[in-house]
């Protein structure tokens, strides 16, 4: 999509390279040649765990890619850019996983059940944990399938124990899918074996697409309003068949707003707030129904353009991300300033809009012109 008169001036923070730049960088395989020590490395492991071990080890070479492998089915995603590290800056070009992405992965090819769907930290304090054990045991109760967890009151990362002192890891970003010694020092917080019991998820009903709840005590509806009767109520997370998603009733819960609504199989609707993923799930068709209803509060709709567009905490691209929108997304922009001056996609912009929810987003990524003519300065 066009977009009309934007600034040109050098310097700023640069978010984009030609592909010449970058088709070296990113012509690596997919996989590395097969690493012999990754495998079930000692005895006692369940047929489950041994077939979790084979699946991680299966992706040895694959990039490490923050956010990569929590998409609506486990597997490999592109990942996006953290908002602190700079080896991320290129995280929404490389096809992988993150540390819990992978786990998650491995425990789905194992079981045929989504078991691990969320963050190292979820992982942690899973409900399928069979046994626990704690970082003072070390290694010696460990069996290989085992999760291994680094944190110190919130856990922000996991690996697979593989036996013989040796696991298996997505380590961060800039690097590939390995097999390294284990490491125990440290904020290490101690292990967690997963039962991994139980029938595979079936597929989702009339061509919708699985997803996953969050939170308990959670309603669907029988339109896409907290105000009409309650169809279902989900006492845990649960996994849905989503249909398809529309902009309807804005809701505010748990500390987010948003306006989307997901029609399950059985036609029901749910909020997206307690749906796991962005405001709006990629890969999910628009349901036909209501338009984007009018903002409210002052602010004036606008639409983004181009994928995997993120906001962030202040205008500024290193900021703390807020959200993440994968398609074109309607927005309400409340008022815009210039702050950190931004070179994307081929254009230079130091304006920045602010949102609703109070996140900002480079006027660069939002259709019209470089300084929206109907928004206030804040």
Same mark, same amino acid.
């Given at each position: ?10 310097g700023?923070a #640069?978010?984009?390279?030609?592909v010449l730049? +970058?088709s070296a960088f ?8 097969p690493?012999?020590?990754c495998g079930? +490395?000692?005895?006692?492991?369940s047929?489950?765990a ?9 992706q ?11 998409g ?5 995603? %592109? ?9 991320s ?5 490389r ?5 819990s ?5 491995? %425990? %789905? ?8 769907n969320?963050?190292?930290d979820d992982q942690?304090r ?5 046994a626990?054990?704690s970082? !003072?045991q070390?290694?010696?109760?460990l069996l ?7 944190g ?6 996991v690996?697979?124990?593989l ?7 997505? %380590?961060?970003?800039g690097? &590939?899918?390995r #097999?390294?010694p284990?490491?125990?020092?440290g ?9 991994g !019991? ?5 597929p989702?009903a ?8 969050w ?10 309003s907290?105000r009409? !009767?309650v169809v279902?109520?989900f006492?845990g997370p649960t996994q849905v !068949? ?6 309807a009733e804005?809701?505010?819960?748990e ?5 989307i ?5 059985d ?7 307690y749906?796991?993923g ?5 890969g ?10 009018p ?7 606008h ?5 995997? #567009?993120r906001? &962030? ?5 290193n ?6 929108f994968?398609q ?8 815009q300033a210039h702050?950190?001056?931004v070179?994307?996609?081929?254009y ?10 109070g996140?900002?987003?480079t ?5 019209g012109p470089?300084?929206?003519s109907?928004v206030?300065?804040?």
């Open positions: 999509m066009k977009i009309t008169s934007m600034r040109r001036r050098t700023g #640069v978010l984009g390279a030609s730049a +970058l990113f012509s690596a395989p997919a996989h590395a040649a690493d012999a020590s079930v +490395l000692a005895p006692g492991a047929a489950t041994q077939a979790a071990v084979s699946a991680a080890c299966s040895i070479g694959v990039w490490y890619s923050w956010g990569g492998g929590h609506p089915t486990p597997g490999a995603t %592109y990942g996006y850019y953290d908002g602190s590290d700079p080896d800056a290129h995280d929404n070009e096809k992988g996983f993150d540390c992405g992978l786990m998650r992965y491995a %425990y %789905y090819q194992a079981t045929g059940k989504d078991l691990l969320g963050t190292a942690f899973s409900s399928q944990a069979a626990r054990f970082a !003072s070390g290694t010696a109760p290989p399938g085992d999760l291994m967890f680094w110190s009151g919130h856990v922000h990362h690996a697979m124990y036996g013989g002192g040796q696991m298996v890891e997505a %380590y961060e970003s690097t &590939h899918i #097999v390294a284990v490491r125990t020092g904020d290490y917080a101690g292990a967690v074996r997963i039962n !019991s139980g029938t595979p998820t079936p989702p009339n061509g919708g697409t699985t997803f996953e709840t939170g308990t005590g959670v309603r669907t509806h029988s339109t896409p907290v009409s !009767s279902d109520t006492p !068949s989503v249909q398809c998603q529309e902009h804005t809701v505010s819960a500390g987010y707003t948003n306006d609504w997901s029609k399950l199989a036609g029901s609707w749910l909020t997206n707030i749906i796991k962005p405001a709006e799930l990629p999910i068709p628009d349901c036909g129904g209501s338009s984007t209803p903002p409210t509060g002052g602010s004036k709709a639409q983004t353009w181009g994928t995997g #567009v906001t &962030h905490s202040e205008p500024n691209v900021a703390v991300v807020v959200d993440y994968a074109p997304t309607t927005i309400n922009v409340v008022c702050a950190q001056e070179t994307a996609e081929g230079t912009n130091d304006a920045w809009s602010k949102l609703t929810d996140s900002w987003l006027n660069i990524y939002i259709e470089a300084w929206l109907d206030p300065t804040c």
